[in-house]
């Protein structure tokens, strides 16, 4: 994703940063997001058959302590130990606790994790990413299964403006572009302009540095097509529109369970696997509106997600 990798898939107010990138230029979740404001807390369930307690972790920023906050909930409804060590840092800080041990489990990004591991992957779907992955992790450390749920970067334009172009892919701006003024983060210009020229043919009219604006720029009518990410809650706010990629352009950026293969057993493991079956990224976009528009309490959402999902 452009600037963000351990942000808020479709939505409505994203608590974004500045941040390091994937290979493909993408941002990177867990290094750029707003802290959070949740302080760490420990919980412990009934206890599970192995009798160890998983660490579960988390970056600080609010959608990874949401994350975080449904894995931890998922485990103890299943008897498993928890404790929980939330808003802990960027991805340098919690890769390290997780090979030490010292955390269990983690909320991952796929693709944002591949860039950090191999800064010259070029994989972009989640199966090729995640096939990269497995080969690149070091022994004892694993993912299990990708939610489709995703955190990445995203073209979006007005409900106005697609309907007035007729657009629903970026494919679809061929022909187009030269009259559009696009918006997103400072960076997006120097990281994207070429790709978006190779890749689908596209030069745009003007480039402006909209940053945490560009939602709100789309709608105003300041540009026309802006850099969004796709678990911002403002998509959904302002009625946006987040267009197909069918080149791939951004990379995969699946809600992944990273984990200590250690310290977590069978059953720890199917519980984690159950989430991803479960949370797309419609779904998380409107928790985390719950989370950064409404301002409840991250593990109250978590709890009522996983109750409706039939998971506790």
Do not use: H
């Not at 302080?39 to 660490?55: D, E, I, L, N, R």
Request: charged share 20%; aromatic share 4%; with cysteine.
């Amino acid at each position: 994703m452009t600037p963000r990798p351990v942000r808020i898939a479709l939505a409505v107010a994203l608590l974004a940063g500045a941040a390091a990138c994937s290979s493909s230029g993408g941002s990177d979740p867990l290094a750029a997001k707003s802290p959070a404001p949740a302080p760490s807390t420990s919980a412990s369930g009934a206890g599970a058959a192995s009798g160890k307690t998983v660490v579960v972790g988390s970056a600080n920023f609010p959608e990874n302590v949401l994350l975080a906050s449904i894995y931890s909930q998922a485990l103890q409804a299943k008897g498993v130990k928890v404790e929980e060590k939330f808003n802990v840092g960027s991805r340098e800080v919690l890769y390290g606790q997780l090979q030490s041990g010292a955390l269990t489990v983690l909320p991952e990004y796929n693709g944002a994790l591949l860039g950090y591991l191999d800064a010259k992957s070029a994989a972009t779907g989640k199966d090729a990413v995640n096939t990269e992955l497995k080969a690149k992790l070091p022994a004892g450390l694993a993912i299990l299964d990708s939610a489709a749920a995703e955190d990445k970067d995203s073209l979006t334009v007005s409900q106005e403006t697609a309907d007035k172009l007729g657009v629903k892919s970026i494919a679809d701006l061929a022909g187009k572009a030269q009259d559009l003024v696009i918006g997103g983060p400072p960076e997006f210009k120097s990281r994207r302009e070429q790709q978006l020229k190779d890749v689908y043919g596209l030069t745009f009219k003007e480039w402006k540095p909209t940053g945490d604006t560009t939602a709100n720029a789309l709608k105003d009518g300041g540009i026309q097509v802006g850099n969004v990410f796709t678990t911002d809650p403002k998509i959904v706010q302002l009625k946006l529109v987040p267009l197909d990629d069918p080149k791939n352009l951004f990379s995969s950026q699946n809600v992944t369970p990273l984990v200590n293969t250690a310290g977590l057993d069978a059953t720890g493991t199917a519980a984690l696997n159950a989430v991803s079956a479960k949370l797309d990224t419609a779904g998380l976009t409107a928790l985390m509106k719950r989370v950064a528009v409404d301002k409840e309490d991250p593990s109250a959402v978590a709890k009522s997600w996983l109750k409706g999902a039939g998971l506790s």
